[in-house]
């Protein structure tokens, strides 16, 4: 037997605050933005590289996600492109994400960052990640999502300057 929840009862102020604005304020599908682009849908030019760089976690922002949906944005653009996870930022390329099983979503959104480098990945871009970050948290290259290159904590710099010397873009996102 199923028994129905008990309404919840508000004081008087929380009855006003819910009151003072009609809700919902808007159907769905309601315009609230407009949709001009104030830039150029800029293409690459013939041999020209964008390179980010991502220590952000997984799920503790969307600092990891939005800077890999912006590098598949950049090579679909037709941009030579290439990722680098380092430090907690390395966790993102692990493919035992998982509960309570590898590859079972716990929550909604769970496997978003697999799901998209992996995507990254089968579109031609190059992903690294570095060696020292995996160890920080027990993680095993034998754990990487297939197709992520293992790097060493030097190349970190030395990728940096690889891509600076070839004139990419270099997209640099930081997560504390």
Do not use: W
Not at 15 to 26: K, Q
Not at 28 to 55: M, R
Not at 91 to 116: D, K, M, Y
């Amino acid at each position: 037997m199923t028994v129905a929840p008990e309404k919840t009862t508000l004081s008087e102020s929380e009855a006003t605050s819910l009151a003072e604005i009609p809700h919902p304020s808007l159907p769905d599908g309601s315009a609230i933005y407009g949709t001009t682009k104030v830039f150029p849908d800029y293409q690459a030019n013939p041999g020209e590289v964008y390179f980010t760089l991502i220590h952000g976690i997984a799920h503790e922002s969307s600092v990891s996600f939005v800077a890999v949906l912006q590098a598949t944005r950049a090579l679909r653009k037709g941009f030579e492109t290439a990722l680098y996870f380092y430090g907690p930022g390395a966790l993102n390329c692990l493919a035992t994400r998982g509960f309570p099983t590898t590859g079972t979503s716990a929550f909604p959104g769970e496997h978003n960052i697999n799901q998209q480098i992996k995507t990254f990945l089968d579109e031609g871009g190059k992903v690294y990640c570095c060696r020292f970050g995996l160890s920080l948290h027990g993680a095993r290259e034998e754990d990487l999502i297939e197709g992520v290159i293992p790097s060493h904590p030097l190349d970190v710099q030395d990728a940096l300057i690889y891509y600076a010397r070839r004139g990419a873009i270099i997209n640099s996102t930081y997560m504390v």
